[in-house]
């Protein structure tokens, strides 16, 4: 009788979502500011639901999604998600920036030119694909040459270390930036991106079920989004 009551208990918590897994895909441009946060906020209300973070790339997490061993993903909405049949929610529009190392050369003047842009290389998830487009139209407006890009790699975290090493150049959401910035790792430099990329999202899979666990986590989610809006 008391393991059928325990056993009651927990699913009456697993069923209020107190309880719980939440298994989250988490793509570069939501892995250094809205999740932890997300994360941290989750902890507070639920402590009882166990979070499994997975980062990677639309190409590593949305099949993981479709195929059930993911709940849902946080990050930029794409063309090809709705392709897939993945539900997107558009939780806000983010512009993307271009940040260096605190003493980069370029930010000693706001007078240079091409010439004085293309001696850099440059940090990006890839040689192609939509973030080296958003740089090379940005970097044309200035009459510079395309991106060289010297090391690739979708880590924010080794991305920013790379940068305060080297004098090397990126472009990374602005909200990521701002942390960073604000505890004195990177600065921004004065190079205007024509566009933003597609809003951050939060994506599930349209035939599974929305469990109590996650619910709670995506709650927060919003919640963060709506703090941020605020600020």
Not at 122 to 141: E, K, M
Not at 160 to 183: D, K, W, Y
Request: proline fraction near 6%.
């Amino acid at each position: 009788m008391g393991d059928m009551d325990a056993a009651r208990s927990e699913i009456n918590a697993l069923r209020d979502g107190w309880q719980g897994r939440v298994r989250v895909g988490v793509f570069p441009v939501a892995a250094s500011v809205l999740v932890p946060d997300a994360v941290a906020l989750l902890r507070k209300l639920r402590p009882g639901i166990h979070v499994e973070l997975q980062e990677g790339l639309e190409t590593t997490l949305l099949p993981q999604l479709e195929k059930g061993r993911l709940d849902c993903v946080i990050g930029r909405a794409t063309p090809r998600g709705g392709a897939r049949r993945l539900v997107h929610e558009t939780l806000y529009e983010e512009p993307t920036v271009v940040v260096c190392a605190v003493d980069h050369p370029l930010l000693e003047s706001s007078d240079w030119i091409s010439n004085d842009i293309d001696r850099y290389g440059w940090i990006l998830p890839a040689r192609s694909g939509q973030l080296h487009a958003l740089v090379a139209s940005g970097l044309a407006a200035r009459r510079a040459a395309p991106p060289r890009v010297a090391v690739e790699t979708s880590s924010i975290l080794m991305l920013v270390e790379i940068l305060r090493q080297s004098q090397l150049l990126s472009a990374i959401a602005s909200g990521v930036a701002r942390r960073f910035v604000e505890i004195g790792l990177l600065k921004t430099l004065d190079l205007p991106l024509s566009a933003s990329l597609h809003p951050v999202a939060i994506i599930t899979n349209h035939t599974a079920s929305v469990h109590p666990a996650l619910s709670m986590f995506l709650e927060a989610v919003r919640q963060v989004c709506a703090k941020r809006a605020l600020r």
